[in-house]
């Protein structure tokens, strides 16, 4: 499927790295209560790179804002559990939390350049970072941010250790966020749509450079991205949202093979494939539904094919539960209730 090897086996005697259990993340507008997450329950063990998928709009950078608590009114985080390390982030302190962010986790955003201060270079954008977690320890110098710019393979970093982001390129800044995001050597690092804004190239190596940093620092990593060519190559295991919820998760060749919901199906049905002539993608139907008005029963009921196929009246009325339908692989689905 892809020339990467998707042979990442978890520790058996340590606990997950994280751990977020039925998370609810709620909007309180004048028209009504978004759901942006809506019950998402996953686990990113030590070393390992998780996939959150799905189209604009499902709640997956939601996701990453719950775990980090910078959800901004008139957002709030209803309920759930957010483990790291076995301790719940949703119980610290603003203080506790601004400690772990950056050093402990850490995220990427899609945009770099709109992440960088534009009048700052970018040399004491990083010395900052490190002296923020890193300054009681130890006295911060031009030349560790020179280090952590050559640590992401950027050329000449004394050079480019003193320019402003606006004279860097797309490529360019977006390492220079990946160097801030791994200054303090997270356990998690969150990367939200990392690449979106970079040609085919650059893409390639940034994501090359996340995968090299996670093996070298055992991290856990998040990567979310609507792209499933991206989840093919990098993902371990993965997370297909739909409407602020999970719908499936399974170990990334077990969900390429063999996908389940008909939403999953319908996702990888649309990937172009390079030396196929197909005579059109295929296309899901439909729009995703509104986020405050969810339809009854199954989100994904009034775009699904197989409902109809399959006479099933229940997806109308009844939501479906997540139900382990093969081993490790979960679906959110009322074609599989009868198989569990």
Not at 28 to 45: Q, Y
Not at 251 to 268: K, N
Request: aromatic letters at 4%.
């Amino acid at each position: 499927m892809t020339k990467h090897q998707h042979d990442f086996q978890p520790s058996t005697n340590s606990q997950p790295l994280l751990e977020i259990h039925d998370l609810r993340t709620y909007f309180f507008t004048r028209d009504g209560t978004v759901k942006a997450v809506d019950g998402v329950s996953l686990t990113v063990e030590r070393g390992q790179i998780h996939g959150l998928v799905g189209e604009s709009g499902c709640g997956k950078s939601m996701t990453a804002m719950s775990i980090l608590r910078l959800v901004d009114k008139p957002g709030r985080i209803v309920s759930g559990e957010v483990l790291f390390k076995g301790e719940d982030l949703l119980k610290k302190t603003r203080h506790e939390m601004t400690a772990i962010r950056g050093k402990q986790i850490s995220v990427i955003f899609q945009e770099p350049k709109s992440s960088l201060n534009p009048v700052l270079r970018v040399g004491t954008q990083l010395i900052e970072v490190l002296r923020i977690h890193e300054g009681k320890q130890r006295t911060i110098k031009r030349k560790d941010a020179v280090e952590q710019l050559r640590s992401v393979g950027i050329p000449d970093p004394d050079r480019r250790v003193e320019n402003y982001p606006h004279e860097m390129s797309g490529g360019m800044a977006q390492r220079v966020m990946i160097a801030m995001g791994m200054a303090c050597a997270p356990d998690l690092l969150i990367a939200d749509e990392p690449t979106t804004a970079l040609d085919v190239t650059i893409q390639a190596q940034v994501l090359d450079l996340i995968r090299k940093l996670r093996d070298e620092h055992e991290m856990g990593v998040i990567l979310i991205t609507h792209d499933m060519g991206i989840v093919a190559e990098m993902a371990d295991i993965v997370t297909v949202m739909y409407a602020g919820t999970a719908v499936e998760e399974a170990p990334t060749v077990e969900l390429f093979e063999t996908p389940l919901h008909p939403y999953t199906q319908g996702l990888i049905a649309s990937i172009p494939v390079m030396g196929q002539v197909k005579e059109r993608l295929e296309v899901i139907p439909g729009n995703v539904p509104n986020l405050i008005d969810m339809p009854p029963g199954c989100r994904f009921a009034p775009r699904c094919k197989a409902r109809i196929e399959h006479g099933l009246t229940r997806c109308e009325v009844e939501e479906p539960h997540m139900i382990e339908a093969k081993p490790n692989h979960f679906v959110r689905c009322w074609l599989y209730e009868g198989e569990s």
